[in-house]
């Protein structure tokens, strides 16, 4: 069965009200290649998009002739059948102007140039980091140029490139957003990397449960039901934290509970910032 046949049951269609909370936008994310558009959609989903996936640009284009619709569509270049390009002219010749941008592993300029002109909005290259692409959907989907605060985070994000985090056995490369446990990769999803990297580099101090929930939806977002129907957000994300640890080191206890209000990362070990991160798979 084909990802777009699927839709209806993972989805809810456009135009349907959906009983969750709503999401920051709707992404369609058409990749061929299933363990990428997999491990990218819930990377996205965990940033609080609503991610409709396709595994080929035929099917996506079936999909929003039909009325489907998105705020941003997300799209490989290589796939079979039809490639993202001829998907893109497709979809401009039907009149469908949802913004494109292309992931893609060519990064000869022709390529690029070939995209920008086809009527894409954006190139950005498989190999950079979720950072940067999830700055670029902002911009996207906001529909405006960078701001002050935009240049002050993208300054903060180059004075970050190439350094290290490191807490005892803990060791987190800041600007591909890594994290390792006695040299041992941890599969961490961005939300959770943050996560991890607020309570380790303020170690010993208490954090709270909306705290963390801000970290993860955004300040003030609000969540379940009753004044603290958040914290069964944060319980899980520090469940799945703590389990993903366990995996390579069963005796890992960094995070400790502070009952009704919160976590902390233990401080037994002393914290520095380096400068240059090594290179690692």
Do not use: C
């Amino acid at each position: 069965m084909s990802l777009s046949n699927a839709l209806p049951n993972s989805s809810p269609r456009p135009g349907t009200p959906d009983a969750r909370a709503p999401a920051l936008a709707r992404i369609a994310l058409v990749d061929d290649d299933d363990l990428f558009r997999e491990s990218l959609g819930m990377n996205l989903t965990d940033e609080g998009f609503d991610v409709v996936p396709f595994d080929r640009g035929h099917t996506a284009l079936d999909y929003f002739a039909t009325g489907g619709d998105a705020d941003l569509i997300l799209m490989d270049w290589r796939m079979p059948r039809m490639d993202g390009i001829e998907t893109l002219r497709q979809l401009r010749a039907r009149n469908i102007d949802i913004p494109v941008i292309f992931l893609t592993v060519l990064s000869d300029q022709i390529y690029e140039e070939t995209a920008l002109t086809g009527g894409a909005v954006d190139f950005v290259e498989k190999s950079r980091s979720l950072p940067i692409l999830l700055k670029r959907m902002q911009l996207i989907i906001q529909g405006r140029k960078p701001s002050a605060e935009d240049a002050a985070g993208a300054a903060q994000d180059k004075s970050a490139a190439g350094q290290l985090y490191r807490r005892g056995p803990l060791e987190l490369r800041l600007e591909v957003a890594r994290a390792f446990w006695n040299g041992q990769r941890i599969d961490l999803t961005l939300t959770e990397f943050n996560i991890v990297r607020m309570m380790a580099t303020k170690a010993g101090e208490d954090v709270s449960y909306r705290d963390l929930y801000d970290l993860v939806h955004g300040k003030d977002f609000v969540a379940g039901y009753g004044p603290a129907g958040y914290r069964a957000n944060v319980r899980a994300f520090i469940k799945r934290i703590r389990h993903k640890f366990r995996s390579v080191d069963g005796q890992f206890d960094e995070i400790e509970n502070y009952p009704g209000f919160g976590y902390r990362w233990s401080d037994q070990h002393p914290g520095e910032l380096v400068g240059a991160a090594r290179d690692r798979a």
